[in-house]
């Protein structure tokens, strides 16, 4: 058997690499990898040009983003999870990014790209793509998520994965201009009390407004994320980013903004992404998304493969408000709780990844992660936010996830009262 305790890893790299092989040797007879020639030594691999543009390597071939068949009637007005439980560290490449889309994803060419900023303005203006690549850029990184993200645990611990219960985030660096370039550029009244109201180029232009306050604050009119153009189902060539606020704020094939005294009260913002409370009236313009946290690994499709000694608890954790600064982690359905390693310190409104590094007995464990903010917010559980919003909700689920995990290191979506 392989001996893996913190112990032994800590005698240093030499070491370790000689006592894994002698252990494995030791164990099951010569390893053919350690004693034979592989061909992958033997022959030359693909060449430079095979791939102009990478995929990842087929045996990476199930990180990839799923959909769950019932949840919407077809897949032009529907939604795709990110596979959190399979990625680490914070960034979400583009490929495997959920989705989500009102009337399916266009496919806009740069040269056609046309947004109009209008209403009360001084110049009323037409800008291109290009015109827009012309002002200042600024690069950031933000988390994106979609208010009904955990909508389907209000009811109970409903869907066995955290790619399905959590992933309907994603977490990318931008690069583009601020919108408050923008409104100065066009000689915009930017009184408080106005709003900015703004739309898509597609069918269902999923139309919101945004207070004045936050459109000078830190959105951003984006045309790059992780260093490239932005995928044609994120947006192709421009989206609005609104850090912290909730994903359907952040309109994909941005094409209109318009300044306004009042706000819209569109389809978006009444009937859809608001909480119905128990007394049956709605909570009004909750766009910020509160900090929220979930253990990624162990989870259901992430169990544990190896036996008891060293288990990395790895998940992720964010807040709408900024900086997350601190995830406890709990392995006894939150009796107990552990302050986690944050791998660096929260960046504001983006994903934090941090990790348990413990010792498993092979013991069942109910694993829970809780989140706190730099505004002292702390994550609440299942059974605090049905006090407060009842259970007609949906959308803004942000309560503790709970994972039971068996003797076999198997996950289940389980809840604890
Ligand atoms: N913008 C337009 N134009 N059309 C849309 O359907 N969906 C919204 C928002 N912006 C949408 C849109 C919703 S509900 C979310 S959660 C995010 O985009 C999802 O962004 P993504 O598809 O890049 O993950
Ligand atoms: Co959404």
Same mark, same amino acid.
């Given at each position: 058997?392989?001996?893996?305790?913190?112990?032994?890893?800590?005698?240093?790299?030499?070491?370790?690499?000689?006592?894994?092989?002698?252990? @494995?040797?030791?164990?099951?007879?010569?390893?053919?990898?350690? !004693?034979?020639?592989?061909?992958?030594?033997?022959?030359?691999?693909?060449?430079?040009?095979?791939?102009?543009?990478?995929?990842?390597?087929?045996?990476?071939?199930?990180?990839?983003?799923?959909?769950?068949?019932?949840?919407?009637?077809?897949?032009?007005?529907?939604?795709?999870?990110?596979?959190?439980?399979?990625?680490?560290?914070?960034?979400?490449?583009?490929?495997?990014?959920?989705?989500?889309?009102? $009337?399916?994803?266009?496919?806009?060419?740069?040269?056609?790209?046309?947004?109009?900023? =209008?209403?009360?303005?001084?110049?009323?203006?037409?800008?291109?793509?290009?015109?827009?690549?012309?002002?200042?850029?600024?690069?950031?990184?933000?988390?994106?998520?979609?208010?009904?993200?955990?909508?389907?645990?209000?009811?109970?611990?409903?869907?066995?994965?955290?790619?399905?219960?959590?992933?309907?985030?994603?977490?990318?660096?931008?690069?583009?201009?601020?919108?408050? !370039?923008?409104?100065?550029?066009?000689?915009?009244?930017?009184?408080?009390?106005?709003? %900015?109201?703004?739309?898509?180029?597609?069918?269902?232009?999923?139309?919101?407004?945004?207070?004045?306050?936050?459109?000078?604050?830190?959105?951003?009119?984006?045309?790059?994320? =992780?260093?490239?153009?932005?995928?044609?189902?994120?947006?192709?060539?421009?989206?609005?980013?609104?850090?912290?606020?909730?994903?359907?704020?952040?309109?994909?094939?941005?094409?209109?903004?318009?300044?306004?005294?009042? &706000?819209?009260?569109?389809?978006?913002?009444?009937?859809?992404?608001?909480?119905?409370?128990?007394?049956?009236?709605?909570?009004?313009?909750?766009? #910020?998304?509160?900090?929220?946290?979930?253990?990624?690994?162990?989870?259901?499709? /992430?169990?544990?493969?190896?036996?008891?000694?060293?288990?990395?608890?790895?998940?992720?954790?964010?807040?709408?408000?900024?900086?997350?600064?601190?995830?406890? %982690?709990?392995?006894?359905?939150?009796? =107990?709780?552990?302050?986690?390693?944050?791998?660096?310190?929260?960046? @504001?409104? &983006?994903?934090?990844?941090?990790?348990?590094?413990?010792?498993?007995?092979?013991?069942?464990?109910?694993?829970? /992660?809780? &989140?706190?903010?730099? !505004?002292?917010? #702390?994550?609440? !559980?299942? $059974?605090?936010?049905?006090?407060?919003?009842?259970?007609? /909700?949906?959308?803004? =689920?942000?309560?503790?996830?709970?994972?039971?995990?068996?003797?076999?290191?198997?996950?289940?979506?389980?809840?604890? $009262?």
């Amino acid at each position: 058997m392989i001996n893996t305790t913190r112990r032994n890893l800590l005698r240093g790299g030499a070491l370790i690499t000689a006592g894994l092989a002698t252990g @494995r040797a030791m164990a099951n007879g010569p390893d053919p990898l350690i !004693t034979e020639p592989q061909d992958w030594a033997i022959y030359t691999g693909d060449g430079v040009d095979a791939t102009p543009y990478g995929m990842p390597i087929e045996y990476e071939g199930g990180v990839i983003r799923r959909n769950v068949p019932w949840l919407t009637a077809d897949t032009i007005s529907s939604i795709n999870f990110t596979p959190i439980h399979a990625l680490d560290g914070t960034i979400t490449p583009q490929g495997c990014a959920f989705e989500r889309h009102h $009337s399916g994803a266009i496919a806009l060419r740069k040269e056609d790209y046309r947004l109009m900023v =209008n209403g009360l303005v001084e110049t009323p203006s037409v800008f291109s793509y290009f015109d827009l690549e012309r002002f200042p850029r600024e690069t950031h990184v933000y988390f994106c998520e979609c208010a009904a993200n955990t909508g389907m645990e209000w009811a109970g611990a409903q869907l066995n994965g955290a790619q399905f219960t959590h992933g309907m985030i994603h977490n990318m660096e931008y690069v583009g201009v601020p919108l408050r !370039t923008l409104l100065f550029e066009v000689g915009a009244d930017i009184s408080l009390k106005n709003w %900015v109201y703004v739309e898509g180029a597609d069918a269902s232009s999923n139309g919101r407004s945004i207070p004045m306050e936050k459109a000078l604050q830190d959105c951003l009119i984006a045309f790059k994320a =992780n260093g490239e153009g932005l995928r044609m189902e994120h947006g192709y060539p421009v989206r609005l980013v609104v850090p912290g606020w909730e994903g359907n704020m952040w309109v994909k094939w941005l094409r209109r903004i318009e300044v306004i005294d009042r &706000a819209v009260e569109s389809r978006e913002e009444t009937s859809k992404y608001t909480d119905v409370l128990e007394d049956g009236t709605a909570r009004k313009w909750t766009w #910020v998304m509160d900090a929220k946290s979930v253990i990624t690994s162990p989870s259901p499709q /992430s169990p544990i493969s190896h036996g008891t000694g060293s288990l990395v608890i790895s998940g992720l954790a964010w807040s709408g408000h900024g900086k997350i600064t601190r995830v406890d %982690v709990s392995t006894d359905g939150g009796k =107990n709780w552990t302050i986690a390693r944050l791998d660096k310190q929260g960046d @504001r409104k &983006a994903l934090t990844r941090f990790y348990l590094d413990m010792e498993w007995d092979g013991g069942e464990m109910l694993l829970q /992660s809780r &989140a706190i903010d730099e !505004t002292n917010y #702390v994550q609440p !559980t299942k $059974s605090q936010l049905r006090q407060l919003r009842g259970e007609n /909700s949906i959308y803004h =689920n942000n309560c503790i996830q709970t994972w039971y995990v068996n003797e076999q290191g198997q996950a289940e979506n389980v809840e604890v $009262s």
